[in-house]
């Protein structure tokens, strides 16, 4: 009995020691069941585009920077744009302030005079100036002139004349004038544009010319009873098309753009200091009285001639601009007649 009991202990484990092996059994075949079930896990997060918060910071950082960057590159570029464009600026300023400069006096030096003139801003040259001297009838002629060109060449003639001198050329071209002529004690002063004669007497500026512009009221009048018309284009003009009431040429406005000078009369006494003459070059940034005074803090005509065209073109005058200093030396004159100029 005691055999038979041990023999069927061994055929196999109670229901009591079974039960662990079942039960990790059964967690196994759950566990391969689950792994089966599971989907398959990516290879890569990376791929998936998948970033941690961190380094997603750090990639919109980097991409800042690199625009910061683009940015000041840019920047950069237009800042030595600017730079190149004002040194380019700056060497013409110092290359092209003095084109013409000069000047003469009398032989006793009753009469000085100074002129310069530049070509500035403008692509071409049409602004002219003259200085003449000649006796006539036993009188002493002194000529001085200012010639602002438009459209083509300047042409020192009447205007009749002129006209028959362009006649197959460019309808338009024409020219301003601005002359002083010194007779005995006398100085005549004839104006045709906007070029201008200015005096300085007893230290005051005078403008002996008054400007022909079309807005100006006598002139707009004159020009409308003529069937003309002046309107606004960046300035005001006749037909639309000139800038001045008053000029030789202009074929095609001739029945408006007159050539009829202004002229006045000064007497030359201790009081007159000097004349300028110049083309609205100057006159279109520099005020008269402005212009007295940078010729009385200059040592003579010629170098305040040079010093108005300067300070012209310094305050971005765009046009062409001459000038003419006379100034009169009233100690070496003798019977308050200016004797004749030798001129270089």
């Given at each position: 009995m005691a055999c038979d009991g041990g023999a069927k202990e061994q055929e196999g484990p109670s229901p009591a020691s079974a039960a662990p092996a079942v039960v990790a059994a059964?967690?196994?075949?759950?566990?391969?069941?689950?792994?089966?079930?599971?989907?398959?896990?990516?290879?890569?997060?990376?791929?998936?585009?998948?970033?941690?918060?961190?380094?997603?910071?750090?990639?919109?950082?980097?991409?800042?920077?690199?625009a910061n960057a683009r940015v000041r590159e840019a920047g950069e570029a237009t800042l030595v744009a600017a730079l190149a464009a004002a040194q380019k600026e700056s060497e013409r300023e110092n290359v092209e302030v003095a084109d013409i400069s000069g000047g003469w006096k009398s032989e006793d030096g009753s009469l000085n005079c100074g002129y310069s003139s530049i070509r500035g801003r403008r692509p071409g040259m049409e602004d002219f100036y003259d200085i003449k001297s000649s006796r006539i009838d036993d009188k002493q002629i002194n000529f001085f002139g200012v010639f602002d060109g438009h459209g083509g060449e300047t042409y020192k003639k009447t205007d009749a004349d002129f006209l028959d001198a362009v006649a197959e050329g460019n309808i338009q071209v024409g020219s301003t004038a601005s002359t002083a002529v010194l007779v005995g004690n006398h100085l005549y002063v004839a104006n045709v544009g906007d070029s201008r004669a200015v005096i300085s007497k007893a230290g005051k500026a005078i403008a002996l010319s008054d400007d022909h512009k079309p807005n100006r009221s006598d002139e707009q009048k004159r020009i409308e009873d003529a069937g003309g018309i002046v309107t606004w284009s960046g300035t005001w003009r006749v037909g639309g098309i000139l800038a001045m009431s008053r000029a030789f040429g202009n074929r095609l406005l001739k029945r408006f753009v007159v050539a009829?000078?202004?002229?006045?009369?000064?007497?030359?006494?201790?009081?007159?200091?000097?004349?300028?003459?110049?083309?609205?070059?100057?006159?279109?940034?520099?005020?008269?009285?402005?212009?007295?005074?940078?010729?009385?803090?200059?040592?003579?005509?010629?170098?305040?001639?040079?010093?108005?065209?300067e300070i012209a073109f310094r305050r971005g005058s765009t046009d062409n601009i001459t000038c003419i200093v006379v100034e009169f030396r009233h100690d070496n004159m003798s019977d308050g007649s200016p004797p004749s100029a030798n001129q270089s």
């Amino acid at each position: 009995m005691a055999c038979d009991g041990g023999a069927k202990e061994q055929e196999g484990p109670s229901p009591a020691s079974a039960a662990p092996a079942v039960v990790a059994a059964a967690r196994a075949r759950a566990r391969a069941r689950a792994k089966a079930l599971r989907p398959p896990r990516p290879r890569s997060r990376k791929g998936l585009g998948v970033r941690h918060p961190l380094k997603l910071c750090r990639f919109f950082a980097t991409a800042q920077m690199k625009a910061n960057a683009r940015v000041r590159e840019a920047g950069e570029a237009t800042l030595v744009a600017a730079l190149a464009a004002a040194q380019k600026e700056s060497e013409r300023e110092n290359v092209e302030v003095a084109d013409i400069s000069g000047g003469w006096k009398s032989e006793d030096g009753s009469l000085n005079c100074g002129y310069s003139s530049i070509r500035g801003r403008r692509p071409g040259m049409e602004d002219f100036y003259d200085i003449k001297s000649s006796r006539i009838d036993d009188k002493q002629i002194n000529f001085f002139g200012v010639f602002d060109g438009h459209g083509g060449e300047t042409y020192k003639k009447t205007d009749a004349d002129f006209l028959d001198a362009v006649a197959e050329g460019n309808i338009q071209v024409g020219s301003t004038a601005s002359t002083a002529v010194l007779v005995g004690n006398h100085l005549y002063v004839a104006n045709v544009g906007d070029s201008r004669a200015v005096i300085s007497k007893a230290g005051k500026a005078i403008a002996l010319s008054d400007d022909h512009k079309p807005n100006r009221s006598d002139e707009q009048k004159r020009i409308e009873d003529a069937g003309g018309i002046v309107t606004w284009s960046g300035t005001w003009r006749v037909g639309g098309i000139l800038a001045m009431s008053r000029a030789f040429g202009n074929r095609l406005l001739k029945r408006f753009v007159v050539a009829d000078p202004e002229i006045q009369d000064q007497e030359i006494d201790g009081e007159l200091d000097f004349l300028i003459l110049a083309s609205d070059g100057l006159w279109d940034v520099v005020p008269n009285e402005h212009a007295v005074a940078f010729v009385k803090d200059e040592d003579g005509p010629e170098a305040a001639a040079r010093k108005l065209t300067e300070i012209a073109f310094r305050r971005g005058s765009t046009d062409n601009i001459t000038c003419i200093v006379v100034e009169f030396r009233h100690d070496n004159m003798s019977d308050g007649s200016p004797p004749s100029a030798n001129q270089s």
